[in-house]
């Protein structure tokens, strides 16, 4: 039976006075759990809390939802949640219920969920605003309706229903987006993993091998230290890398082949996103190693341009510029390097932005604009970095020796006060770190 996991609610309680400071009295936040998913028929998808609840709750049961009500006479943090019931415990594993959700987990008062219909319309009668993410979960949304629509029917007995809605996402996804000490402490945790399991695939990567045994190996190294993949791990060897979201992992690998591996993992709700390239026998081949170096670099200056009072574009214009110019070296693009850069010709093969932020979801939460300007990087910030390029097969005006190589570099980023720290620098990526941590496995 599993286990009651209780945290330490000091971090949780700050978050939660924070919102409440910035929503005021007379407002009230709803925060629904994730709702429980299923794989097929009976048989559930493993369950994984919203983050934005668990964010600032730290509760992981399912079938919950946490009220924050500023100023209210008999506590502002209120938790819905599932009782306690011994026969459904020895089938699922035990719950906090209502005295739990108080002792363990900071709330100030609990009710059970059924009776979130008879108490929640009350709250929201005596509430000027309501904070609340509309589209995340169109069933839970349909409540909140029909608890404003109750309302509504007893106008002429003097009930009144909220005057303002608000999307909650606006102040607690900038909370977010500014890790604490904790935080970092998590995602450093989730990229020393990650980096281990990355260096495990390297060594045993094998020619004739599938895409599905190298995956294996991440599955191995993620579930030893109690994590889970933050993400569907991609595994592309040949031709497959040059998909960027090819999920399939179902090829055998070929010698001669690189293959891209875009895998993280998640431990405590926190994130890790690598992705390393490497060659299938252990050895680049020159066109490879030409097409890895321009990544390589390309990554390098993005990575220099990640520090306080850049704009979040630095980086990627970065490595845009690397990228063209190496392009131009290499053949596969022709003309004057800043008209290729304004007419965009480097997207026919690196399409995508060089990172995106990295927190409790892989793509985390955060504005990468403020008004019309890009956003401003400042400490505690995280993001990664991957730049890429993709040059399938009959490329038009691309040397053959050059077909089917997908690169993509990535690592993990935290904005410093002086600079920046990358959290994921153990995983081998330059090719004589590659080629020698294979060569020690093939050795072993």
């Given amino acids: 039976m599993n286990e009651l996991r209780v945290v330490d609610q000091k971090e949780f309680a700050q978050r939660r006075k924070q919102l409440m400071r910035m929503m005021g009295k007379g407002a009230l936040a709803i925060l629904p759990a994730a709702p429980i998913k299923f794989r097929n028929r009976d048989a559930e998808y493993p369950y994984r809390q919203d983050s934005d609840f668990y964010y600032l709750t730290g509760f992981a049961e399912a079938e919950a939802v946490a009220v924050l009500a500023p100023g209210r006479e008999h506590g502002e943090y209120i938790l819905f949640s599932q009782e306690r019931d011994q026969t459904i415990e020895v089938w699922t594993g035990r719950r906090a219920g209502q005295d739990g959700a108080i002792e363990h987990f900071g709330a100030d008062d609990a009710f059970p969920i059924g009776d979130i219909d008879d108490v929640l319309p009350g709250l929201l009668e005596h509430s000027d605003r309501v904070f609340y993410t509309m589209g995340c979960d169109p069933d839970f949304d349909g409540r909140v309706l029909g608890w404003l629509n109750h309302i509504r029917q007893h ?38 993993v990650s980096v281990a399991a990355h260096k495990r695939a390297m060594q045993a990567c094998r020619s004739g091998m599938h895409e599905y045994e190298l995956e294996a190996e991440y599955l191995h190294e ?31 690998m070929a010698d001669g082949e690189l293959v891209l591996i875009d895998a993280g993992g998640e431990y405590d709700h926190y994130a890790a996103d690598i992705t390393r390239t490497f060659p299938v026998n252990g050895r680049f081949s020159p066109a490879q190693k030409e097409v890895y170096e321009v990544v390589l670099a390309a990554q390098a200056a993005a990575i220099e341009q990640v520090r306080p009072g850049n704009d979040w574009n630095a980086p990627h214009a970065a490595a845009v510029r690397v990228l063209t110019a190496g392009m131009i070296e290499l053949g596969i693009l022709k003309g004057d390097l800043d008209e290729l ?17 990295l927190g409790m979801d892989v793509h985390d939460v955060g504005d990468y604009k403020v008004g019309e300007q890009w956003r401003q990087l400042e400490p505690g910030m995280v993001l990664t970095v991957e730049p890429g390029l993709y040059i399938p097969a009959r490329s038009k005006g691309v ?44 050795a072993a």
């Fill in 155 to 192: 106008a002429r007995g003097g009930a009144r229903t909220p005057g303002e809605f608000i999307a909650l996402e606006h102040h607690l996804h900038d909370m977010r987006l500014y890790k604490s000490r904790e935080e970092i402490k998590r995602m450093q945790r989730a990229a020393e």
């Fill in 222 to 252: 993620f579930r030893r230290n109690e994590m889970q993949p933050a993400y569907t791990t991609i595994v592309g060897a040949g031709k497959n890398a040059c998909v960027l979201h090819y999920t399939a992992n179902s090829a055998q």
């Fill in 341 to 357: 850069i304004e007419a965009q010709t480097y997207r026919r093969f690196y399409m995508h932005r060089t990172g995106h932020w």
């Fill in 399 to 442: 040397r053959k020796r050059y077909w089917n190589i997908g690169i993509r570099i990535e690592d993990d980023v935290l904005v410093t006060k002086t600079g920046h720290t990358v959290l994921t620098e153990g995983a081998p990526k330059s090719v004589a770190d590659i080629e020698a941590w294979m060569a020690a496995g093939k």
